[in-house]
């Protein structure tokens, strides 16, 4: 801090009646507590405080722009909020007598008040009808500084939440994505689930699908996909993973799942997507519409019956899906070449 120290200037006193602070004090009372303030004024970039520091002073910021900031797992500075001319901070660790929760940072030169902790104190005892108001002013500050702290860490967890979803769900289907499914599946050969408890891997393949898009459009080949997307989530269980690989490439992994308990949800899934009638445009750009079908071809394998690492796994349930496809398509096979239907 650059240190031209000194008593509360005459400037000072527009926050009288602007700061919160002070609002429940006479003039006289004002002046009394303004006599232990000091002057101070603090250079671009300078550091203010550090987090963990010993908490001994309180401030009020009379011009210029504060920024606070609270250290990740990783080192780097998260910013919290920022601190506006008439603002007052750095009082709950001189009453708590904690260090500092935040870094706080000039980010232009600014001028600031300074309330030394010993002095604080002095006050209360001192002069206490004046230090009860101040206390009573603190607990507002405080109220409206935990309002804004709870609404930003709001945002923060929403945000959170929103890049986590990103991360692993599919952009145009909304089911998750490969990545996910991949990730899931690792984590139960890593962690042991998979040996007596066994876990079935679903992998399909829409048929003919680059003939639609070339007939009716690149839309209704999306629209197709989409369906079909909204016919896995609706027909999977509860704690199965339906997943958008690529293109016309579709996942479903099934935890506690037999053979026959896959093939027959498999079944239940080929039978839907070849009944269902989506709507596509009728030629590409038209606006008309028409009613189409589509197909599927299904392969399947489970584990540890048929594979005993999640690589292996993903290898036997799409051999088994090219044998559905060589097989004549919208069929199911299963790993051992066996057709399930």
């Given at each position: ?94 009453i708590a007598n904690e260090p500092r929760s935040a870094t706080v940072i000039a980010r232009e030169d600014a001028q600031i008040m300074v309330l030394r ?86 992998m399909l393949d829409l048929d003919r699908i680059h003939a639609v898009n070339e007939t009716y459009g690149s839309r209704a080949g999306d629209l197709i ?117």
């Amino acid at each position: 801090m650059n240190n031209p120290s000194g008593s509360w200037p005459a400037a000072a006193d527009a926050f009288f009646t602007g700061s919160l602070l002070f609002s429940l004090m006479t003039k006289a009372e004002f002046k009394t507590v303004a006599a232990f303030w000091e002057y101070n004024r603090v250079e671009k970039n300078m550091t203010l405080f550090k987090e963990g520091d010993a908490g001994k002073d309180m401030f009020i910021l009379l011009s210029g722009a504060l920024s606070a900031f609270v250290s990740q797992l990783d080192g780097t500075q998260r910013w919290m909020f920022d601190i506006k001319a008439g603002d007052f901070f750095g009082e709950m660790s001189v009453i708590a007598n904690e260090p500092r929760s935040a870094t706080v940072i000039a980010r232009e030169d600014a001028q600031i008040m300074v309330l030394r902790g010993d002095d604080f104190y002095r006050i209360l005892f001192e002069y206490p009808f004046s230090g009860i108001k101040l206390l009573k002013a603190i607990g507002k500050v405080q109220n409206a500084w935990f309002d804004q702290t709870s609404r930003h860490l709001s945002d923060i967890l929403r945000w959170g939440e929103t890049a986590r979803r990103r991360a692993i769900t599919d952009e145009l289907t909304g089911i998750y994505n490969r990545r996910f499914l991949e990730e899931s599946l690792n984590d139960r050969f890593e962690r042991g689930a998979v040996g007596l408890r066994k876990i079935a891997l679903m992998m399909l393949d829409l048929d003919r699908i680059h003939a639609v898009n070339e007939t009716y459009g690149s839309r209704a080949g999306d629209l197709i996909i989409i369906t079909v997307a909204d016919i896995l989530r609706s027909l999977v269980r509860a704690g199965d993973i339906p997943a958008h690989l690529s293109g016309d490439e579709f996942a479903v992994l099934l935890p506690d799942t037999d053979q026959e308990g896959a093939k027959a949800i498999a079944e239940r899934i080929r039978q839907a997507v070849y009944t269902r009638r989506i709507p596509v445009p009728q030629s590409p750009g038209s606006e008309a519409k028409t009613e189409i079908t589509t197909q599927t071809s299904i392969g399947i394998a489970v584990a540890p019956v048929h594979a005993k690492t999640a690589e292996d796994l993903i290898d036997k349930a799409d051999a088994a899906l090219r044998k559905a496809k060589k097989g004549g398509r919208n069929r199911v096979e299963v790993a051992d070449g066996e057709p399930a239907f």
